[in-house]
């Protein structure tokens, strides 16, 4: 466990969690806009948010970055409820921002791989063709070459030049 994460478990253990009674007290203040009850509510229920964070941990996925969004799911939840089944419905909107942050988090996975692939390929075929044709290859024959159209070679050879800007690289 991080260093992050085990001082955020420090600092839940001095907080007192919400019981059963305590949170249906609350509700019932807060549904009459009362701003100490939203807070206390919010604290009281910060362990169960780390709970749930708990709950949607995935090998890549930093258990800080989901407790984030499930605190931040918490808040806005508290602040926007209005009436309801306050638990069950707080257990499920937690739920459905989690999921989406961890497929969130794995779509981009999968397109930066999918974009690092692509870069490889075009600099592959690029350094082919140069020693095939005694020359650079034009956008057309890389296109050609690796059947996309040019405007998806163009975009692949602007993400290989940022990432050579970004590394710092002059092309001397």
Same mark, same amino acid.
């Given at each position: 466990m991080s260093e992050y994460n085990q001082m955020y478990?420090?600092?839940?253990?001095?907080?007192?969690?919400?019981?059963?009674?305590?949170?249906?007290?609350?509700? *019932?203040?807060?549904? +009459?806009?009362?701003? /100490?009850?939203?807070?206390? $509510?919010? !604290?009281? @229920?910060?362990?169960? *948010?780390?709970?749930? +964070?708990?709950?949607? /941990?995935?090998?890549?996925? $930093?258990? !800080?970055? @989901?407790?984030?969004? *499930?605190n931040m799911a918490l808040m806005q939840f508290v602040s926007e409820y209005e009436q309801g089944e306050f638990h069950k419905e707080l257990e499920a909107e937690l739920r459905r921002v989690l999921k989406n942050y961890v497929q969130q988090e794995i779509d981009e996975s999968e397109l930066e791989e999918e974009i690092a692939a692509k870069v490889n390929v075009l600099q592959e075929v690029s350094r082919v063709l140069a020693e095939d044709l005694g020359r650079e290859a034009t956008l057309e024959e890389l296109a050609d070459k690796m059947k996309m159209e040019e405007e998806e070679v163009r975009e692949i050879m602007k993400i290989t030049m940022n990432a050579l800007k970004a590394d710092g690289w002059n092309g001397r």
């Open positions: 478990l420090e600092e839940l253990k001095g907080l007192v969690p919400c019981s059963e009674e305590e949170e249906k007290e609350l509700v *019932a203040r807060l549904q +009459a806009n009362d701003k /100490e009850a939203r807070s206390r $509510l919010v !604290e009281g @229920l910060l362990g169960f *948010a780390w709970e749930m +964070a708990k709950e949607y /941990e995935r090998e890549g996925i $930093l258990l !800080e970055d @989901l407790v984030q969004e *499930a």
